[in-house]
């Protein structure tokens, strides 16, 4: 089975400097970070705080879904961090 996003639940954390989302792959579930700087290289619009971040990564949804399946199919792991040149 291939990797899909069936929970739309993403979070922002700001310690890890990174919005978080889950995919899965049959009956594992993989955990995926997005950096922050990753977001505003794909959307240079958005600006500093937990809602624009949200806003960033929600307009944006199908380019982070394609690099997180691209970051996937490379390695098969349960985490995988998405940085600028994922994109």
Not at 9 to 35: K, M, N, T
Not at 71 to 84: D, E, G, I, P, V
Request: charged share 25%; proline share 3%; glycine share 6%.
């Amino acid at each position: 089975m291939s990797l899909h996003f069936p929970n739309p639940i993403r979070r922002y954390d700001a310690a890890r400097d990174c919005v978080c989302f889950w995919g899965s792959d049959s009956a594992l579930e993989i955990a995926f970070e997005v950096e922050l700087g990753a977001l505003r290289s794909i959307d240079s619009s958005a600006g500093p705080g937990e809602a624009s971040m949200l806003r960033a990564y929600d307009g944006h949804l199908a380019t982070i879904q394609k690099a997180a399946g691209a970051a996937y199919s490379r390695k098969r792991q349960s985490y995988h961090r998405l940085t600028a040149a994922d994109f």
